[in-house]
């Protein structure tokens, strides 16, 4: 079906289309629709919108009656791509003012997407705006919206509002540029409503480049067309929000502001530093309300699961996690806490800085500026009678033999150390000048750990498996009988237009056998460790990602970026 033309006289003759056809199906009885409609009346809202906050119908469901009554096409499911020439023949102001998104042309006529239907009168003065015949699909609010941000960018009508008081000569591009702070709060909302962890403000000879980090990944963000004019005010207006020092250029400065959204309030930490072209500003965003995962909560399989209590479990010894910054590692090791929270045990963490705050945990923060650091935290603790200690990070030799003699004299003890994989934790003691029998004697397991995007599973589409990587698919997973097929995200409003959705982690567990322990004690490479290790069964990321590949899950692309490469003789 393409896109269509009005076809009724009025929006009232299609509400009462819909209101029979409800009745007809059985969705709402005859006296509930004239309830429904009283109260309509007295708010002054159509029909529809007071369907969807009865919850009589989804939106979707709303409109795929539309659809059916108007013969008016949904654009949802449909393989879409969108012709940047009907983008550049629609104003922004006409985008704003009437909700539409230009899709592509068809003959003479313009495609919109709209989220609900229009009055034939505003149809025809959208035909002389526009000086073309146009057509229309269907779909959902937060789709025009995603699609305005993509295509318009972020803040359009905000500033389309701040040109058009500046071209009444009120004010230039300066830093008292009003409507400015509220274009940094779209901004700032837009990041947070895609779940991205910072922005980055990045002045650029003749234009501003802003960028979201969402699931670790650098994503550009479509900024209005023009808004480097501004470049100097919108930084000032950041830091302004910050208190730092808007008149200081030269200098790097540091500064903070709370940002209250949805009920949930952030803290936003800024760093600026001057660059060629001006000031660059990068924000961190901090959920306060965010809680910590229990154990079920993990993507962890069934085996790994096992695995992982039995580790956390363990009376004394020394548990590590070896990931990269942003991998994840601190929801683990606290889901691992509250697997073992009760009230005979004696928990104390030491962490930079305390991001979960569990009952019935003593958590300290390190101090480094009055040296109050892992390691003097991690002695002071073990005065203070605990059974089970985390230490946020293992960074120096002190550190390391200050935790692997907590570990012999029967505590446990949470870690993380940065290594490749989870073989590569022993070596790294060693190298610390930890005694490799104490390594053997106090080490109890190893998880790496990495976070992987997951497909969007709204524009996710098979793809042809690439040739190349079938003979190490074919070692790594024998026990797959089933055809290899991949898949990917085209890109679409619910993602972004990035082809992907959330993510998850997957892990590598090594617990460490009395042979494991042999090799440790023999100074044994961490290959040599790896590949006994997975001859006893260690399920590697690369395995644990092949899996995620193969159902759909994640891409291809998506696994090599977060893990290295199997060799042959490494392959399970």
């Excluded at 479509?222 to 200098?251: F, N, T």
């Amino acid at each position: 079906m393409s896109a269509a033309t009005l076809s009724y006289r009025s929006l009232a003759e299609i509400r009462a289309r819909l209101a029979r056809a409800l009745v007809d199906e059985g969705r709402i009885t005859t006296a509930a629709l004239q309830d429904l409609q009283q109260r309509a009346a007295w708010r002054k809202e159509p029909l529809e919108q007071a369907l969807i906050r009865e919850e009589s119908l989804t939106e979707e469901e709303l409109l795929l009656h539309f659809s059916r009554l108007t013969q008016i096409p949904m654009l949802k499911g449909r393989r879409l791509e969108i012709d940047e020439k009907a983008v550049e023949a629609v104003p922004p102001r006409a985008v704003v003012r009437y909700r539409i998104m230009p899709l592509y042309f068809e003959g003479t006529a313009v495609v919109l997407a709209t989220d609900h239907l229009r009055d034939p009168d505003e149809e025809s003065e959208l035909r002389v705006i526009l000086g073309r015949p146009v057509t229309w699909m269907l779909c959902t609010a937060r789709e025009v919206t995603e699609f305005i941000t993509h295509f318009y960018g972020i803040g359009i009508e905000t500033f389309l509002d701040l040109q058009e008081s500046e071209s009444t000569g009120r004010r230039s591009g300066t830093e008292e540029t009003p409507g400015i702070p509220a274009l940094v709060d779209e901004i700032i909302r837009d990041a947070i409503n895609t779940n991205a962890t910072d922005i980055h403000v990045e002045p650029e000879e003749g234009t501003l480049r802003v960028r979201y980090r969402i699931d670790g990944v650098l994503y550009p963000a479509r900024l209005p067309r023009g808004i480097e004019k501004y470049q100097r005010a919108l930084i000032s207006s950041i830091k302004v929000m910050a208190q730092l020092d808007i008149s200081e250029r030269r200098l790097p400065q540091d500064g903070r502001f709370e940002k209250e959204l949805d009920d949930q309030t952030f803290d936003v930490r800024v760093s600026v530093l001057p660059v060629r072209h001006g000031e660059t500003i990068e924000l961190r965003l901090l959920n306060r309300s965010t809680t910590f995962l229990r154990m079920d909560e993990l993507d962890l399989a069934h085996p790994q699961r096992e695995q992982l209590v039995n580790l956390i479990r363990q009376p004394y010894g020394l548990v590590l996690f070896t990931v990269p910054t942003g991998s994840g590692k601190t929801t683990s090791l606290y889901a691992g806490l509250a697997e073992v929270n009760d009230a005979s045990r004696k928990i104390i963490t030491i962490e930079d800085p305390v991001e979960y705050r569990i009952p019935g945990i003593t958590q300290l923060q390190t101090q480094s500026q009055i040296g109050f650091t892992f390691a003097h935290g991690l002695r002071s603790v073990l005065r203070h009678d605990p059974d089970i200690i985390l230490v946020g990070e293992i960074r120096d030799d002190e550190t390391a033999d200050i935790a692997v003699s907590a570990a012999l004299t029967g505590h446990l003890v949470l870690s993380t150390l940065h290594t490749n994989d989870s073989a590569g934790a022993a070596t790294r003691l060693v190298d610390m000048g930890i005694a490799p029998y104490l390594v053997a004697s106090s080490l109890q397991g190893v998880i790496a750990q990495r976070l992987i995007r997951r497909t969007c599973r709204h524009c996710r589409e098979a793809v042809p498996v690439d040739p190349t990587y079938e003979p190490e698919i074919r070692a790594t997973l024998p026990d797959h009988t089933a055809p290899l097929q991949m898949w990917m995200g085209r890109g679409c409003p619910y993602c972004r237009f990035t082809g992907y959705q959330g993510r998850r982690a997957i892990y590598e567990i090594l617990e460490l056998t009395d042979e494991i322990r042999s090799l440790v004690v023999e100074r044994a490479s961490s290959s040599v460790l790896m590949r006994r290790a997975t001859e006893q069964g260690l399920t590697s990321l690369r395995k644990a990602g092949w899996v995620l590949v193969l159902s759909g899950e994640t891409t291809l692309e998506e696994l090599l970026r977060v893990t290295s490469h199997t060799r042959p003789r490494d392959l399970v």
